[in-house]
């Protein structure tokens, strides 16, 4: 069995090209399926670059060694983001008095790195001022006039507000998980963890799971059924039958029909992945030969009919197709 990966949202973005709308959704989703891992990069950092700046000051300090913060109660059934980052300045506002100026910066520094692609330019100029002052202070230095204001007035928890507006992108998740949510966003830009080769690989992957699945689905055992294609983004639910329903595609559609004739009898009634599943399981007709039915658009290579196969056969997974 692969193993699993983990790969920073701040990078999924990227790739995909996704809204923050769009970013947000995503989290919910893997929030569901407990498969978002909102400390791990944090607590990864803490013990690379903090943990022995920190205790090393307990016993010169009045303070105590604060601990990564857990989501709101009051938050249990959504994940927020904005309001972890919230808990999160919190954390730092703790954290920083037990830890000098260099060590914190290269820490966040690194964060931002893994978190993001080009994590350099993320909120640049709001981690300079921070640096800044946190640099003036620790050297006990009064910085030049005109930047009194941007580096003392403000305080140090306003300057590192910037952190609850890039939550998100610190927040990892199962690479696996977020191809197959993504499963009709198409691949926008290479990162590292996400590339065409690594996206390709997972939904054949787990486009055959899904098969073998739909394979030992035995007809008096219906299966729970959803009426969503896929997580993140849903079709029209009129194409499909109600939730809650098997979905039946009566014989005289598909039986003795050329994969034309099939793919035109069903397209009013049934969305397409559920026509890719008839073809390709029923009709017996070649996945290359399915996706040139199916897809929107002409491609150059065969693989890439495959592949739009593969992210409707993931849909069709969800439901409980029968024949008539």
């Not at 990227?14 to 809204?19: E, N, Q, V």
């Not at 230095?141 to 300057?159: C, E, I, N, T, V």
């Not at 199962?174 to 390709?200: M, S």
Request: net charge negative; hydrophobic share 40%; with cysteine.
């Amino acid at each position: 069995m692969p193993e699993n990966i983990h790969i920073p949202l701040g990078k999924v973005q990227t790739a995909y090209g996704l809204t923050d709308e769009e970013l947000y959704n995503l989290i919910q989703k893997l929030w569901e399926r407990k498969q978002l891992f909102y400390k791990e990069l944090w607590a990864e950092t803490y013990e690379k670059f903090w943990h022995f700046a920190a205790t090393g000051s307990l016993p010169y300090t009045q303070e105590k060694l604060p601990e990564l913060p857990e989501p709101s109660s009051l938050h249990q059934s959504n994940f927020y983001p904005l309001f972890y980052g919230t808990q999160m300045v919190r954390y730092l506002m703790q954290l920083i008095k037990l830890v000098s100026y260099k060590p914190f910066r290269l820490g966040l520094d690194y964060l931002f790195d893994t978190a993001f692609e080009d994590g350099h330019s993320v909120a640049a100029e709001e981690r300079d001022v921070l640096y800044k002052y946190f640099e003036f202070t620790e050297l006990d230095r009064k910085p030049p006039q005109k930047d009194y204001y941007r580096h003392f007035k403000a305080g140090p928890r306003y300057l590192i507000s910037f952190i609850s507006r890039n939550m998100a992108g610190t927040l990892m998740a199962d690479r696996d998980a977020v191809i197959e949510f993504l499963c009709d966003y198409p691949l926008k830009r290479e990162v590292k963890g996400l590339t065409h080769r690594v996206v390709d690989s997972t939904l054949d992957r787990l486009a055959a799971s899904a098969a073998k699945v739909q394979l030992e689905i035995r007809p008096e055992a219906p299966a729970e059924i959803s009426a969503e294609s896929c997580p993140v983004s849903q079709p029209d639910s009129s194409s499909f039958a109600s939730s809650g329903e098997v979905i039946v595609v009566p014989s005289a559609l598909w039986m003795g029909k050329s994969p034309a004739a099939v793919r035109d009898s069903m397209k009013e009634d049934f969305d397409e992945c559920v026509t890719a599943y008839v073809l390709l399981n029923w009709c017996k007709v070649g996945k290359t030969q399915v996706g040139r039915l199916l897809s929107p658009k002409e491609f150059v290579d065969d693989k890439s009919y495959r592949n739009h196969v593969d992210k409707l056969l993931l849909r069709a997974a969800r439901l409980s197709i029968r024949q008539d």
